[in-house]
T-cell receptor, first 109, second 116 residues
């Protein structure tokens, strides 16, 4: 079962623009995490936001969480070509993380 | 890739053969996980282990088996019973199961398995 659903599935922007990805989920969560995956590689943890937090920043990343709407967003500001990757949200379901289908971001130089 | 190694990077197997994927971590993590990723898709959990000599089925365990004889190692065997084994396999570890406060997972580089 897929707890998180990312939107859009694919996003193409120019370098310097901001990129926003959204994640919706179905059940109550303890926390929500965002991961990045470069093509053919493993995932890298970006940021974790707890259910009692509404916003969190890390460098050019900004994550928001709205538990009433069961949704989260990841904003990448001033994007770079090196940000090209797939981005996944993950939520706790029981004792495990459950990953969404991902947003494939392409940043054109 | 965060102290987790997977081998081999690419693996080819004939139909009907069992094959074992290696996963080793030197992060002193208690929990380890195996995921399957199909092209353009998210990750699906195959098996996870919280502690040595203990493991639990994930969402798609059929046709797979694991062992956890050492804290550092969590090998995955893809058996001939797995109907569609061609996929990208990712191993991960964390300090504790996902329910604990600090539960980000660290991933290996993955093994791409192709059945010929």
């Amino acid at each position: 079962s897929q707890q998180g659903e990312e939107d859009p599935q694919a996003l193409s922007i120019q370098e310097g623009e901001n990129a926003t990805m959204n994640c919706s989920y179905k059940t109550s969560i303890n926390n929500l995490q965002w991961y990045r995956q470069n093509s053919g590689r493993g995932l890298v943890h970006l940021i974790l936001i707890r259910s009692n937090e509404r916003e969190k920043h890390s460098g050019r990343l900004r994550v928001t969480l709205d538990t009433s709407k069961k949704s989260s967003s990841l904003l990448i500001t001033a994007s770079r070509a090196a940000d090209t990757a797939s981005y996944f949200c993950a939520t706790r379901a029981g004792n495990m993380l459950t990953f969404g289908g991902g947003t494939r971001l392409m940043v054109k130089p | 890739d965060g102290g987790i190694t997977q081998s081999p990077k690419y693996l080819f197997r004939k139909e009907g053969q069992n094959v074992t994927l290696s996963c080793e971590q030197n992060l002193n993590h208690d929990a380890m996980y195996w995921y399957r990723q199909d092209p353009g898709q998210g990750l699906r959990l195959i098996y996870y282990s919280q502690i040595v000599n203990d493991f639990q089925k994930g969402d798609i365990a059929e046709g797979y088996s694991v062992s956890r004889e050492k804290k550092e190692s969590f090998p995955l065997t893809v058996t001939s019973a797995q109907k569609n084994p061609t996929a990208f396999y990712l191993c991960a570890s964390s300090m504790a199961l996902a329910g604990a406060p600090r539960n980000e997972q660290f991933f290996g580089p993955g093994t791409r398995l192709t059945v010929l």
